[in-house]
C-alpha cells in the first residue's frame, strides 16, 4: 500500500472515530439534562441542534451541514437504517447504556428544503413512576387504580406528545400485574420500555404481526390486562373494542385534547356508540406541568434532592357517574373537574408557580390558523 492510501485511511479512521465521539458526547448530554428529545433541525447555512427540556425546544449547538450529516449518518446505523435514502422517511431503534443506565433510543428522518433531518426520542428504563407520584393530586390516582381493577373494559390515556401517557400506563400496569397479580401482555408499535413483569410483543409487519394478528395471539395466551400500545387508525380502534368485548381489560393511549375528545375520535373511525357504551370505563387526560420544588421555591437548583421531580401530572378523569352523564347528554361538553380547574387548585395550594397557568392558556387556546 501506497503512503498517500495509507495517510487517507489514517484521516477516515480518525474522522469516523471523533464522530462516534461527538455522537456519544451528544447523548450523554442530553441524559444528564434529562432532556426527552433532540432535534436536528438543518437550515440554510447550517445545523440546529436542540433538546426538548420540560416540553420547551432549547437550541444547544450550531454545527456545519457536512458534520451533522455524517452524524446522522452514524445514528442511522445505530438504528439499522439504510445510510443512502435520504429522499424519505424513516424510522429505527436502538438500546445502549448512557453512565450505567440503561436508554431505549427511538429515531425518525425526515426530508427537508435544507437537508435531512432527524429526532432522537430518549427513554430512560429505570425511570419508572410510583403510583403515589403518578398524579399532583392522590384522589386521581386513587380514581385510576380503582379503574384497573375491573375484570373487562376499556381505559384510554389521551394527551399530546411528551405529556406522561406512556409512563401513566405503565406504572398502571405494574401495579396491576405486582399488586394485583394479573397477566398482563403487551402489543406495542414498538416496545418503550422493557419489563419482567409483564411479556411484551412488538408488532412487526415485516414478520407477519400486525395488531390484528398480534391480538387474536395474544387472547389465546390467557390475558388478564392488554396493553394497545396507540390508537392511531381504525384497524387499531377496532382491534382495542374487540379485545375489550371479549371479556379483558384494555389500556390503550390516544392524542386528543381532552377526555370527551377521546370519544369523538372513536365515533370518527367509525367505532359504533353503542360498542364505546358497552367498552369504554374511563379516559384520562393528562398534560405535565412544572411544579414548585418544597427546598428551593420556584428556582430549583441542580444538586437539589428534588431536582428530578420538577414536573408533575394533573389529569382530567372522565369516568363512572360522570361518564355515564356525558352519555345521557346531562353533561354536554367535559367533566366536573377539567384540566384547567385542577391547574388553578394546583396553583392556589401552591403546588404549580402562577407563569404555568400564562404558558398552559398560550397553548391550549391558541387560535387556529
Known sequence: MCRKSKGTTRKVVKLIESIEQIASQLLEQAFQLQASDIHFSPRKHDTHIYFRLHDQLLLKHRWPHSDSERLISRFKFFASMDIGEKRRPQSGAHFLYVHDTPVHLRFSTLPSSFGESLVIRLMPQTTQVSLHELSLFPSITRKLCSLVQHAHGLLIFTGPTGSGKTTSVYSLIQYASQIERRHVITLEDPVEQKSEDMLQVQVNEKAGITYATGLKA???????????????????????????????????????????????????????????????????????????????GENCRPYCPYHEKRRACICELLAGRDLQHFYEGKQTVRPPYTLDRWLRKAICYGFVPEEEYKRWKLREEAPTP
Not at 228 to 253: C, F, K, N, Q
Request: a neutral charge; aromatic letters at 0%; hydrophobic letters at 45%.
Open 218 to 296: 395474544i387472547l389465546r395466551h390467557d390475558p388478564d390486562v392488554i396493553l394497545v400500545g396507540e390508537i392511531r387508525d381504525e384497524e387499531t380502534a377496532r382491534v382495542a373494542i374487540r379485545a375489550a368485548m371479549t371479556g379483558h381489560l384494555v389500556l390503550t393511549t390516544m392524542h386528543t385534547k381532552d377526555a370527551a375528545g377521546a370519544i369523538s375520535r372513536l365515533q370518527e373511525l367509525g367505532i359504533p356508540k353503542q360498542d364505546i357504551q358497552e367498552t369504554l370505563i374511563g379516559v384520562s387526560a393528562q398534560r405535565l406541568v412544572r411544579r414548585v420544588c418544597p427546598i428551593c
